[in-house]
């Protein structure tokens, strides 16, 4: 999270120094998402794009339950993330995103 912070500090030095307001971008961040309402259904996702759970869940804080998403998404939005960017990486789960959308996204809100 402080190699995040400080990135973040120096691109709005860079922006103050070419003479704009630092919040005049839309700082940003993006991750894989793999949720699911309990592990089995975590896991069968985390298969279908050809990764591990374990490995998912140590790059990105999109994996896990609705609940350990939005706890994990918390330390990037108070460090000054705006906008997630969630990469689904199965084009074919619609219900993924339909799950995001109903379970964590009015969490963050």
């Known amino acids: 999270m402080d190699g995040l912070i400080q990135q973040y500090a120096r691109v709005a030095a860079a922006v103050e120094e070419a003479g704009r307001a ?3 971008l ?5 991750f894989v998402l793999c949720a699911g309402r309990d592990d089995a259904e975590i896991a069968r996702r985390a298969a279908a794009i050809g990764r591990e759970v374990d490995e998912l869940r140590s790059n ?3 994996v896990g339950t609705p609940d350990e998403i939005v706890d994990k998404l918390g330390p990037f939005l108070q ?4 906008r ?3 990469q689904v990486l199965d084009m074919s789960d619609l219900e993924h995103i339909e799950f995001i959308a109903e379970t964590v996204v009015p969490q963050l809100r």
Do not use: F, R
């Not at 839309?26 to 993006?30: D, Q």
């Not at 460090?79 to 705006?82: A, P, S």
């Open 26 to 30: 839309t700082y940003s961040a993006a």
């Open 84 to 86: 997630v960017y969630l």
């Open 79 to 82: 460090g000054g993330v705006q």
């Open 22 to 24: 630092k919040d005049s």
């Open 60 to 62: 990105s804080p999109a």
